[in-house]
């Protein structure tokens, strides 16, 4: 069901782009593929690697309880800014599909052949899970949809590890304990997930102050894992510097 809404809603795209030409979202430049053109590109692309502590230090206690204490490693894309915005509120309040290629284009033009082999150091790699009734609503995963193409064709696919057992209210206007609190324990493993001794990479839409990743990688590592990496399309401006 996932894959035929996503084909049709792509295949929608692409017929309408015989028609007329597809055009950069800021400054209405002809492109051939993406979201925006290449030079407004620059002014929303971030790439930015958080150094976050590693897991030894974090059990040993050494590390202050920072969410993002609990992941190893954080490759954040894209700035949650203007068009970039704009496309996910459209994609996950608006259930409009017809954006998430766009967007998923976006995501492998930030990963040049260097930041690839970034993600060759994960034995598994999933994602953040929606919340049931959200998935049944808009008929797709936002995270999955995102990042299912990126990493087609790559020896390491997209598993399902997590899914959400709790329902949570909306975060953006809680503070970052108020978060935590919210979270806790609205992930739970799958009971076929084995994760034992292995590297595991979450990916989501957007990074905020990392307390979803955070609560989703606290799920794994109790479960095992050796190490859980994020990769975000977006980041919220208190991560840009
Ligand atoms: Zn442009």
Wanted: glycine fraction near 6%; charged fraction near 25%.
């Amino acid at each position: 069901m996932h894959r035929l809404l996503r084909d049709f809603a792509y295949y929608g795209r692409v017929a309408k782009e015989l028609i007329f030409p597809r055009r950069c979202a800021v400054c209405a430049t002809n492109i051939d593929n993406g979201y925006v053109c290449e030079q407004c590109r620059k002014e929303y692309l971030l790439q930015r690697q958080l150094p976050c502590c590693p897991r030894e230090e974090y059990l040993a206690g050494q590390a202050a309880p920072l969410p993002t204490d609990v992941l190893y490693s954080a490759l954040l894309l894209y700035k949650y800014d203007g068009v970039f915005k704009d496309a996910l509120h459209k994609i996950k309040f608006d259930g409009e599909a017809g954006w998430l290629p766009l967007l998923r284009e976006e995501a492998e033009l930030a990963l040049p052949a260097a930041k690839m082999r970034w993600l060759q150091q994960f034995d598994l790699i999933t994602c953040v899970p929606t919340a049931p009734e959200r998935r049944k609503q808009r008929g797709f995963d936002v995270p999955q949809e995102l990042f299912a193409g990126l990493l087609e064709g790559r020896s390491v696919g997209m598993e399902v590890l997590l899914e959400r057992v709790r329902h949570t209210e909306p975060l953006y206007e809680l503070k970052p304990e108020e978060r935590k609190q919210e979270l806790a324990g609205c992930f739970a493993m799958l009971p076929h997930a084995r994760v034992s001794g292995k590297h595991v990479l979450l990916c989501d839409d957007i990074y905020t102050t990392g307390s979803t990743f955070a609560e989703a990688a606290q799920v794994l590592l109790d479960a095992g894992a050796a190490r859980v990496s994020a990769l975000a399309l977006c980041a919220a401006q208190a991560n840009w510097e």
